[in-house]
Protein backbone atom coordinates (compact mmCIF):
# COMPACT_ATOMS: atom_id res chain seq x y z
CA UNK A 1 0.00 0.00 0.00
CA UNK A 2 2.69 2.40 0.69
CA UNK A 3 4.71 1.78 -2.44
CA UNK A 4 1.85 3.21 -4.59
CA UNK A 5 2.05 6.21 -2.02
CA UNK A 6 5.57 6.60 -2.78
CA UNK A 7 5.04 6.24 -6.16
CA UNK A 8 2.53 8.64 -6.23
CA UNK A 9 4.28 11.45 -4.33
CA UNK A 10 7.54 10.55 -6.89
CA UNK A 11 5.02 11.63 -9.89
CA UNK A 12 4.13 14.81 -8.45
CA UNK A 13 8.08 15.72 -7.72
CA UNK A 14 8.21 14.67 -10.84
CA UNK A 15 5.78 16.75 -12.38
CA UNK A 16 6.74 19.88 -10.65
CA UNK A 17 9.88 20.09 -11.78
CA UNK A 18 8.51 19.48 -15.24
CA UNK A 19 6.45 22.54 -14.20
CA UNK A 20 9.09 24.49 -13.01
CA UNK A 21 11.03 23.75 -16.01
CA UNK A 22 8.47 25.01 -17.99
CA UNK A 23 6.69 27.83 -16.69
CA UNK A 24 9.31 28.75 -14.38
CA UNK A 25 11.86 30.19 -16.51
CA UNK A 26 9.08 31.85 -18.76
CA UNK A 27 7.83 33.79 -16.02
CA UNK A 28 11.34 34.83 -15.02
CA UNK A 29 12.08 36.52 -18.56
CA UNK A 30 9.15 38.29 -18.31
CA UNK A 31 10.19 39.50 -14.65
CA UNK A 32 14.02 40.35 -16.56
CA UNK A 33 12.67 42.14 -19.91
CA UNK A 34 12.29 45.65 -18.19
CA UNK A 35 15.67 45.36 -16.88
CA UNK A 36 16.89 44.18 -20.12
CA UNK A 37 15.29 46.75 -22.28
CA UNK A 38 16.70 49.20 -19.92
CA UNK A 39 20.21 47.89 -20.17
CA UNK A 40 19.52 48.09 -23.89
CA UNK A 41 18.73 51.41 -23.46
CA UNK A 42 21.57 53.02 -21.56
CA UNK A 43 24.23 51.13 -23.74
CA UNK A 44 22.61 52.86 -26.52
CA UNK A 45 22.60 56.51 -24.54
CA UNK A 46 26.11 55.60 -23.38
CA UNK A 47 26.80 55.51 -27.44
CA UNK A 48 25.01 58.46 -28.41
CA UNK A 49 27.03 60.43 -25.49
CA UNK A 50 30.35 59.33 -26.39
CA UNK A 51 29.77 60.43 -30.09
CA UNK A 52 28.82 63.31 -29.35
CA UNK A 53 31.33 64.62 -26.34
CA UNK A 54 34.53 66.25 -26.98
CA UNK A 55 36.20 64.00 -24.80
CA UNK A 56 34.65 60.23 -24.95
CA UNK A 57 37.20 58.98 -22.65
CA UNK A 58 36.58 61.47 -20.18
CA UNK A 59 32.61 60.73 -20.45
CA UNK A 60 33.33 57.09 -20.34
CA UNK A 61 34.94 57.56 -17.36
CA UNK A 62 32.88 59.32 -15.80
CA UNK A 63 29.39 57.02 -16.16
CA UNK A 64 31.80 53.74 -15.09
CA UNK A 65 32.31 55.90 -11.52
CA UNK A 66 28.56 56.58 -11.67
CA UNK A 67 27.86 52.86 -11.96
CA UNK A 68 30.02 52.42 -9.14
CA UNK A 69 29.01 48.99 -7.70
CA UNK A 70 25.72 48.20 -9.23
CA UNK A 71 25.44 44.11 -10.10
CA UNK A 72 22.82 44.59 -12.18
CA UNK A 73 24.54 46.68 -14.65
CA UNK A 74 28.23 46.88 -14.94
CA UNK A 75 30.34 47.94 -17.78
CA UNK A 76 33.31 45.62 -18.97
CA UNK A 77 36.60 46.73 -21.29
CA UNK A 78 38.00 45.05 -24.01
CA UNK A 79 40.49 42.74 -23.59
CA UNK A 80 39.52 42.19 -19.64
CA UNK A 81 37.44 39.19 -18.18
CA UNK A 82 34.34 40.15 -16.29
CA UNK A 83 32.68 37.27 -14.03
CA UNK A 84 28.96 37.50 -14.73
CA UNK A 85 27.55 34.10 -13.62
CA UNK A 86 25.00 34.63 -10.56
CA UNK A 87 26.73 33.73 -7.09
CA UNK A 88 25.49 30.91 -4.81
CA UNK A 89 21.73 32.38 -3.52
CA UNK A 90 21.67 32.58 -0.03
CA UNK A 91 18.51 32.29 1.63
CA UNK A 92 17.92 31.90 5.54
CA UNK A 93 17.42 28.03 4.78
CA UNK A 94 20.18 27.84 3.70
CA UNK A 95 22.07 28.07 -0.04
CA UNK A 96 19.84 26.85 -2.97
CA UNK A 97 21.45 23.81 -4.86
CA UNK A 98 22.79 24.21 -8.14
CA UNK A 99 20.56 21.72 -9.45
CA UNK A 100 17.63 23.65 -8.98
CA UNK A 101 19.18 26.97 -10.00
CA UNK A 102 20.11 24.71 -13.28
CA UNK A 103 16.70 23.76 -13.58
CA UNK A 104 14.86 27.22 -13.50
CA UNK A 105 17.16 27.70 -16.61
CA UNK A 106 17.41 31.19 -15.73
CA UNK A 107 17.57 33.54 -19.36
CA UNK A 108 20.17 35.71 -20.50
CA UNK A 109 23.02 35.53 -17.34
CA UNK A 110 25.69 37.91 -19.00
CA UNK A 111 23.77 39.81 -21.58
CA UNK A 112 26.22 42.14 -23.12
CA UNK A 113 25.66 45.15 -25.39
CA UNK A 114 28.95 46.76 -27.47
CA UNK A 115 30.07 49.86 -25.81
CA UNK A 116 31.47 52.52 -29.29
CA UNK A 117 34.09 55.25 -29.45
CA UNK A 118 35.16 56.80 -32.13
CA UNK A 119 33.91 53.85 -34.30
CA UNK A 120 35.79 51.55 -32.32
CA UNK A 121 34.32 48.79 -29.39
CA UNK A 122 35.69 49.66 -26.20
CA UNK A 123 33.85 47.81 -24.31
CA UNK A 124 30.48 46.03 -23.17
CA UNK A 125 27.64 46.82 -21.10
CA UNK A 126 26.97 43.73 -19.43
CA UNK A 127 22.99 42.96 -17.65
CA UNK A 128 23.25 40.65 -15.15
CA UNK A 129 20.19 40.72 -13.29
CA UNK A 130 20.21 39.73 -9.38
CA UNK A 131 17.97 36.73 -9.60
CA UNK A 132 18.39 35.67 -5.95
CA UNK A 133 15.19 36.97 -4.74
CA UNK A 134 12.77 35.26 -8.08
CA UNK A 135 15.20 32.04 -7.17
CA UNK A 136 14.42 31.85 -3.35
CA UNK A 137 10.80 32.28 -3.55
CA UNK A 138 10.72 29.82 -6.19
CA UNK A 139 12.89 27.06 -4.25
CA UNK A 140 9.63 27.96 -1.15
CA UNK A 141 7.61 27.05 -3.31
CA UNK A 142 9.41 23.96 -4.42
CA UNK A 143 9.77 23.00 -0.75
CA UNK A 144 6.64 24.09 0.10
CA UNK A 145 5.42 21.54 -2.55
CA UNK A 146 7.66 19.14 -1.49
CA UNK A 147 7.25 19.25 2.14
CA UNK A 148 3.42 19.04 1.47
CA UNK A 149 3.51 16.01 -0.55
CA UNK A 150 5.58 14.18 2.02
CA UNK A 151 3.18 15.35 4.91
CA UNK A 152 -0.06 13.98 3.21
CA UNK A 153 2.16 10.77 1.78
CA UNK A 154 2.59 10.37 5.47
CA UNK A 155 -0.42 10.94 7.08
CA UNK A 156 -2.33 9.13 4.02
CA UNK A 157 -0.38 6.08 5.03
CA UNK A 158 -1.10 6.08 8.21
CA UNK A 159 -4.45 6.62 7.65
CA UNK A 160 -4.17 3.32 5.72
CA UNK A 161 -2.29 1.68 8.07
CA UNK A 162 -4.97 1.83 10.61
CA UNK A 163 -7.87 1.30 8.39
CA UNK A 164 -6.22 -1.65 7.30
CA UNK A 165 -4.92 -2.96 10.44
CA UNK A 166 -8.75 -2.00 11.95
CA UNK A 167 -10.19 -3.86 8.94
CA UNK A 168 -7.55 -7.16 8.86
CA UNK A 169 -7.83 -8.02 12.53
CA UNK A 170 -11.33 -8.16 12.50
CA UNK A 171 -11.07 -10.62 9.41
CA UNK A 172 -8.09 -12.48 11.00
CA UNK A 173 -10.72 -13.51 13.98
CA UNK A 174 -12.89 -14.25 11.19
CA UNK A 175 -10.83 -16.73 9.62
CA UNK A 176 -10.04 -17.92 12.75
CA UNK A 177 -13.52 -18.79 13.32
CA UNK A 178 -14.40 -20.44 10.17
CA UNK A 179 -10.97 -22.34 10.85
CA UNK A 180 -12.43 -23.69 14.09
CA UNK A 181 -15.30 -24.58 12.42
CA UNK A 182 -13.89 -26.44 9.95
CA UNK A 183 -12.22 -28.74 12.50
CA UNK A 184 -15.44 -29.30 14.00
CA UNK A 185 -15.11 -26.87 16.78
CA UNK A 186 -18.58 -25.40 16.80
CA UNK A 187 -18.54 -23.98 20.30
CA UNK A 188 -16.04 -21.25 20.78
CA UNK A 189 -17.64 -18.12 18.54
CA UNK A 190 -16.24 -15.67 16.57
CA UNK A 191 -16.26 -12.06 18.17
CA UNK A 192 -18.05 -9.54 15.78
CA UNK A 193 -15.79 -6.42 15.35
CA UNK A 194 -14.83 -4.16 12.45
CA UNK A 195 -16.69 -2.65 9.02
CA UNK A 196 -20.37 -3.91 9.53
CA UNK A 197 -19.94 -6.04 6.87
CA UNK A 198 -17.23 -7.79 8.57
CA UNK A 199 -19.34 -8.09 11.51
CA UNK A 200 -22.25 -9.13 9.65
CA UNK A 201 -19.91 -11.93 7.88
CA UNK A 202 -19.04 -12.80 11.85
CA UNK A 203 -22.59 -12.86 12.98
CA UNK A 204 -23.63 -15.23 10.18
CA UNK A 205 -21.20 -17.36 10.93
CA UNK A 206 -22.16 -17.95 14.53
CA UNK A 207 -25.16 -19.01 13.23
CA UNK A 208 -24.09 -21.17 11.26
CA UNK A 209 -21.59 -22.43 14.00
CA UNK A 210 -24.61 -23.31 16.10
CA UNK A 211 -26.18 -24.79 13.66
CA UNK A 212 -23.74 -26.86 12.68
CA UNK A 213 -23.21 -27.87 16.68
CA UNK A 214 -27.04 -28.63 16.68
CA UNK A 215 -26.71 -30.83 13.50
CA UNK A 216 -23.17 -32.26 15.18
CA UNK A 217 -24.76 -33.25 18.66
CA UNK A 218 -27.87 -34.52 16.66
CA UNK A 219 -25.47 -36.97 14.80
CA UNK A 220 -23.54 -38.03 17.65
CA UNK A 221 -26.87 -38.81 19.80
CA UNK A 222 -27.92 -40.89 16.15
CA UNK A 223 -24.76 -42.49 16.09
CA UNK A 224 -24.52 -43.32 19.52
CA UNK A 225 -28.36 -44.71 19.29
CA UNK A 226 -27.27 -46.86 16.07
CA UNK A 227 -24.29 -48.26 18.06
CA UNK A 228 -26.27 -49.39 21.29
CA UNK A 229 -28.74 -50.87 18.56
CA UNK A 230 -26.13 -52.48 16.62
CA UNK A 231 -25.03 -54.09 20.33
CA UNK A 232 -27.87 -54.74 21.15
CA UNK A 233 -28.13 -56.74 18.30
CA UNK A 234 -24.92 -58.50 18.77
CA UNK A 235 -26.14 -59.74 22.25
CA UNK A 236 -29.47 -60.88 20.79
CA UNK A 237 -28.01 -62.63 18.22
CA UNK A 238 -24.98 -63.99 20.49
CA UNK A 239 -27.71 -65.19 22.81
CA UNK A 240 -29.57 -67.21 20.14
CA UNK A 241 -26.28 -68.55 18.90
CA UNK A 242 -25.25 -69.89 22.68
CA UNK A 243 -28.98 -70.98 23.69
CA UNK A 244 -30.02 -72.31 20.70
CA UNK A 245 -27.02 -73.04 18.29
CA UNK A 246 -25.11 -74.31 21.20
CA UNK A 247 -26.99 -77.05 22.60
CA UNK A 248 -27.87 -78.72 19.32
CA UNK A 249 -24.56 -78.54 18.17
CA UNK A 250 -24.12 -80.19 21.53
CA UNK A 251 -26.56 -82.62 21.60
CA UNK A 252 -25.56 -83.73 17.70
CA UNK A 253 -22.10 -84.23 18.94
CA UNK A 254 -23.49 -86.31 21.77
CA UNK A 255 -25.52 -88.61 19.80
CA UNK A 256 -22.55 -88.97 17.29
CA UNK A 257 -20.43 -90.08 20.32
CA UNK A 258 -23.05 -92.75 21.54
CA UNK A 259 -23.14 -93.70 17.96
CA UNK A 260 -19.62 -94.40 17.61
CA UNK A 261 -19.53 -96.40 20.92
CA UNK A 262 -22.54 -98.62 19.33
CA UNK A 263 -20.56 -99.30 15.91
CA UNK A 264 -19.17 -102.61 15.85
CA UNK A 265 -15.54 -102.74 15.07
CA UNK A 266 -15.71 -104.44 12.13
CA UNK A 267 -18.16 -101.63 10.12
CA UNK A 268 -15.05 -99.66 8.95
CA UNK A 269 -16.98 -97.39 6.62
CA UNK A 270 -19.63 -96.29 8.77
CA UNK A 271 -17.17 -95.84 11.35
CA UNK A 272 -15.08 -93.21 9.82
CA UNK A 273 -18.52 -91.33 8.85
CA UNK A 274 -19.63 -90.93 12.29
CA UNK A 275 -15.84 -89.71 12.99
CA UNK A 276 -16.45 -87.16 9.92
CA UNK A 277 -19.38 -86.21 11.64
CA UNK A 278 -17.72 -85.57 14.80
CA UNK A 279 -15.03 -83.55 13.50
CA UNK A 280 -17.76 -81.26 11.76
CA UNK A 281 -19.38 -81.05 14.83
CA UNK A 282 -16.25 -79.90 16.52
CA UNK A 283 -15.25 -77.69 13.79
CA UNK A 284 -18.96 -76.20 14.31
CA UNK A 285 -18.29 -75.61 18.06
CA UNK A 286 -15.49 -73.62 17.33
CA UNK A 287 -16.58 -71.62 14.58
CA UNK A 288 -19.47 -70.47 16.94
CA UNK A 289 -17.15 -69.85 20.21
CA UNK A 290 -15.45 -67.12 17.40
CA UNK A 291 -18.55 -65.98 16.33
CA UNK A 292 -19.88 -65.48 19.76
CA UNK A 293 -15.99 -63.89 20.13
CA UNK A 294 -17.05 -61.31 18.08
CA UNK A 295 -20.11 -60.81 18.61
CA UNK A 296 -20.53 -60.61 22.34
CA UNK A 297 -16.59 -60.13 24.01
CA UNK A 298 -18.09 -62.03 27.63
CA UNK A 299 -13.73 -61.07 28.43
CA UNK A 300 -14.82 -57.56 29.57
CA UNK A 301 -17.08 -58.28 31.95
CA UNK A 302 -15.47 -61.66 33.36
CA UNK A 303 -11.84 -60.91 33.32
CA UNK A 304 -11.97 -56.89 32.29
CA UNK A 305 -10.72 -54.91 29.09
CA UNK A 306 -7.06 -55.15 29.90
CA UNK A 307 -7.61 -58.93 29.90
CA UNK A 308 -9.84 -59.07 27.07
CA UNK A 309 -7.14 -57.17 24.58
CA UNK A 310 -4.86 -59.42 25.98
CA UNK A 311 -6.84 -62.43 25.11
CA UNK A 312 -7.89 -61.07 21.32
CA UNK A 313 -3.55 -60.64 20.71
CA UNK A 314 -3.29 -64.62 22.02
CA UNK A 315 -6.32 -65.58 19.35
CA UNK A 316 -4.32 -63.56 16.53
CA UNK A 317 -0.77 -65.43 17.66
CA UNK A 318 -2.55 -68.74 17.65
CA UNK A 319 -4.01 -67.36 14.09
CA UNK A 320 -1.07 -66.36 12.69
CA UNK A 321 2.15 -68.12 13.93
CA UNK A 322 4.33 -66.33 12.14
CA UNK A 323 3.22 -62.81 13.10
CA UNK A 324 5.68 -61.10 16.11
CA UNK A 325 2.76 -59.80 18.18
CA UNK A 326 4.05 -57.08 20.89
CA UNK A 327 1.83 -54.97 22.71
CA UNK A 328 1.69 -52.13 25.66
CA UNK A 329 -2.02 -52.13 27.57
CA UNK A 330 -1.97 -49.98 30.57
CA UNK A 331 -3.80 -51.91 33.08
CA UNK A 332 -5.94 -48.66 33.91
CA UNK A 333 -8.12 -49.58 31.49
CA UNK A 334 -9.91 -52.07 33.60
CA UNK A 335 -11.37 -48.68 35.44
CA UNK A 336 -13.22 -47.99 31.73
CA UNK A 337 -17.05 -49.92 31.43
CA UNK A 338 -19.82 -49.62 29.30
CA UNK A 339 -19.65 -48.27 25.50
CA UNK A 340 -15.96 -46.73 25.80
CA UNK A 341 -15.01 -50.26 26.91
CA UNK A 342 -16.80 -51.74 23.91
CA UNK A 343 -15.57 -49.07 21.69
CA UNK A 344 -11.60 -49.30 22.74
CA UNK A 345 -12.14 -53.38 22.38
CA UNK A 346 -13.96 -53.23 19.12
CA UNK A 347 -10.96 -51.28 17.55
CA UNK A 348 -8.58 -52.79 18.40
CA UNK A 349 -10.12 -55.95 17.70
CA UNK A 350 -10.78 -54.64 13.49
CA UNK A 351 -7.60 -53.26 13.58
CA UNK A 352 -5.88 -56.38 14.44
CA UNK A 353 -8.31 -58.44 11.63
CA UNK A 354 -7.37 -56.09 9.25
CA UNK A 355 -4.22 -57.01 9.95
CA UNK A 356 -4.04 -60.43 9.65
CA UNK A 357 -6.34 -60.61 6.73
CA UNK A 358 -4.90 -57.56 4.41
CA UNK A 359 -1.36 -56.60 5.56
CA UNK A 360 0.80 -59.26 5.32
CA UNK A 361 2.94 -58.10 7.90
CA UNK A 362 6.09 -59.87 10.00
CA UNK A 363 5.03 -57.78 13.30
CA UNK A 364 2.17 -55.88 14.98
CA UNK A 365 2.21 -54.00 18.29
CA UNK A 366 -0.63 -52.94 19.78
CA UNK A 367 -0.96 -49.81 22.46
CA UNK A 368 -3.61 -48.93 24.79
CA UNK A 369 -3.22 -46.51 27.75
CA UNK A 370 -5.25 -43.86 29.45
CA UNK A 371 -4.79 -40.38 30.98
CA UNK A 372 -7.10 -37.84 33.01
CA UNK A 373 -8.55 -36.86 29.55
CA UNK A 374 -8.69 -39.46 26.81
CA UNK A 375 -7.74 -42.92 26.14
CA UNK A 376 -5.15 -43.67 23.31
CA UNK A 377 -5.46 -46.56 20.86
CA UNK A 378 -2.57 -47.25 18.42
CA UNK A 379 -2.20 -50.41 16.48
CA UNK A 380 0.89 -50.60 13.93
CA UNK A 381 2.26 -52.97 11.53
CA UNK A 382 4.90 -53.26 8.89
CA UNK A 383 3.21 -54.65 6.34
CA UNK A 384 1.86 -53.07 2.80
CA UNK A 385 0.06 -50.92 3.81
CA UNK A 386 -3.13 -49.19 2.51
CA UNK A 387 -4.48 -48.00 -1.04
CA UNK A 388 -3.54 -44.60 -2.02
CA UNK A 389 -7.53 -44.02 -2.30
CA UNK A 390 -7.77 -45.07 1.29
CA UNK A 391 -11.62 -46.00 1.00
CA UNK A 392 -12.77 -47.73 4.02
CA UNK A 393 -14.49 -50.99 3.82
CA UNK A 394 -17.15 -52.12 6.29
CA UNK A 395 -14.93 -53.16 9.45
CA UNK A 396 -12.97 -49.27 9.17
CA UNK A 397 -16.62 -47.47 8.51
CA UNK A 398 -17.99 -49.34 11.42
CA UNK A 399 -14.99 -48.09 13.40
CA UNK A 400 -15.07 -44.83 12.84
CA UNK A 401 -19.08 -44.89 13.22
CA UNK A 402 -18.22 -45.95 16.98
CA UNK A 403 -15.10 -43.70 17.46
CA UNK A 404 -17.54 -40.46 16.44
CA UNK A 405 -20.18 -41.50 18.64
CA UNK A 406 -18.01 -40.59 20.96
CA UNK A 407 -16.72 -37.60 19.94
CA UNK A 408 -13.52 -38.97 19.43
CA UNK A 409 -11.13 -39.51 16.20
CA UNK A 410 -9.80 -42.16 14.30
CA UNK A 411 -6.61 -41.63 11.78
CA UNK A 412 -5.31 -44.27 9.41
CA UNK A 413 -1.48 -43.18 9.03
CA UNK A 414 1.68 -44.03 7.53
CA UNK A 415 4.89 -43.61 9.08
CA UNK A 416 8.20 -44.61 8.60
CA UNK A 417 7.24 -47.30 6.75
CA UNK A 418 4.42 -48.57 9.08
CA UNK A 419 0.70 -48.59 9.02
CA UNK A 420 -0.98 -46.66 12.32
CA UNK A 421 -4.25 -46.96 13.07
CA UNK A 422 -4.73 -44.17 16.08
CA UNK A 423 -7.63 -43.53 17.64
CA UNK A 424 -8.36 -41.06 20.66
CA UNK A 425 -11.36 -41.04 22.69
CA UNK A 426 -12.53 -38.45 25.26
CA UNK A 427 -13.28 -40.52 28.90
CA UNK A 428 -15.18 -38.21 30.71
CA UNK A 429 -17.38 -37.13 27.74
CA UNK A 430 -17.45 -40.59 26.67
CA UNK A 431 -18.87 -42.00 30.38
CA UNK A 432 -21.57 -39.51 30.34
CA UNK A 433 -22.51 -40.53 26.80
CA UNK A 434 -22.68 -43.73 27.17
CA UNK A 435 -25.01 -43.83 30.47
CA UNK A 436 -27.48 -41.20 28.05
CA UNK A 437 -27.43 -44.17 25.20
CA UNK A 438 -28.37 -46.59 28.06
CA UNK A 439 -30.96 -44.66 29.57
CA UNK A 440 -31.74 -43.77 26.04
Known amino acids: MLLPLGLMFGAALLAGAISLQIFASAQLMQETEPASRSARAVAAA ?13 TLDAFVQSLGTSETIRFRRLGT ?12 LGTVPDWFVRLLATPEFGAAFPVMMEGKQVGDIIFAPDMSADIYEKWIGFLAIAFSGIVLMVLTGAIAHFTARSALRPLQNLGDGLTRMRTGN ?10 PEIRRSSQEANELARTLNRLSQDNRSLLRRIVSLQDDERQDMAREL ?21 IPSGSAELRNAAEGILQSVETLQQANRRILDRLRPLYIQELGLEKSIQTLLQNAKA ?3 DLKVT ?14 SQTVYRVIQEAVTNVLRHAKANSMHVTAGINEREVIVEVSDDGVGF ?7 RGLTGMLERVRALSGTLELLREAGRTCVRCRLLVGESASQAQGAKQA
Request: aromatic residues 4%.
Open 46 to 58: LNGALRASTNPQV
Open 81 to 92: DLDVHPSEVQTP
Open 186 to 195: YEELISPSGP
Open 242 to 262: HDELGPLLFGIRANTVALLES
Open 319 to 321: QSP
Open 327 to 340: SEIDADLNEVDGLL
Open 387 to 393: PADRVFG
